[in-house]
């Protein structure tokens, strides 16, 4: 039973438009959310995270915005860059707990 | 000066063969942590260890061993290798959970083909 599900499992996008990439999550308990991205043959890289205590968080071209009552959150990069192409992984946890839940990662190409 | 490192990053073996994955963090972290992404691309947490006692212990075959001999190491020793192994293994480590950054940091993985 996936707790953390990624739909749409690719998306392009053309150089320097926005990127959004969805996740939607099945557990009420989960209060911390992360987003990671990763290159092939390299290991997931910590990219941004929010507290169920906000509903957005930005980091440069990177913003995660929660809603908490629809149990979804997204990720928008915005201007996409062709550096951005790689897989981008949603997880959750309850804060205190090891456990992360992922989803399956979408693949994300940006076009120069 | 790499964060969490892993070894080997490729290990091909045959069916039967008992293998080991090293996994090293230099981040000062408390907790590390073995996941395997499986086919299906899912990323699935099989072991934790929290200052070198296990926290997690989900539902991996008892092949599969864990040791971590301080809090800086945690191996992964695998007997008897099935073809349901192959997979990519990542070590990942975090500070103690309850802290405000809980974030995993992740070593490079390691690709296991079982043949």
């Known amino acids: 039973d996936q707790q953390v599900k990624q739909n749409s499992p690719s998306l392009s996008v053309q150089e320097g438009r926005i990127s959004i990439l969805n996740c939607d999550y099945t557990n009420s308990m989960f209060d911390y959310f992360l987003w990671y991205k990763k290159y092939p043959a390299e290991g997931p890289t910590f990219l941004i995270s929010i507290s169920s205590i906000k509903d957005k968080n930005e980091d440069g071209r990177f913003t995660v915005f929660l809603n908490k009552s629809a149990k979804h959150l997204s990720l928008h990069i915005v201007p996409s860059q062709p550096g951005d192409s790689a897989v981008y992984f949603c997880?959750?946890?309850?804060?205190?707990?090891?456990?992360?839940?992922f989803g399956k990662g979408n693949q994300v190409v940006v076009i120069p | 000066d790499t964060a969490v490192s892993q070894t080997p990053k490729y290990l091909v073996t045959q069916m039967g063969n008992d293998k080991s994955i090293k996994c090293e963090q230099n981040?000062?972290?408390?907790?590390m942590y073995w996941y395997k992404q499986d086919s299906k691309k899912f990323l699935k947490i099989m072991f934790s260890y929290n200052n070198k006692e296990l926290i997690i212990n989900e539902t991996v075959p008892n092949r599969f061993s864990p040791k971590s001999p301080d809090k800086a190491h945690l191996n992964l020793h695998i007997n008897s290798l099935e073809l349901g192994d192959s997979a990519v293994y990542f070590c990942?480590?975090?500070?103690?959970?309850?802290?405000?950054?809980?974030?995993?940091?992740f070593g490079p993985g390691t690709r296991l083909l079982v043949l």
């Open positions: 990942a480590s975090s500070q103690v959970p309850g802290r405000l950054k809980e974030t995993q940091y």
């Open positions: 981040l000062g972290h408390d907790t």
């Open positions: 997880a959750a946890s309850v804060r205190g707990n090891n456990r992360l839940a």
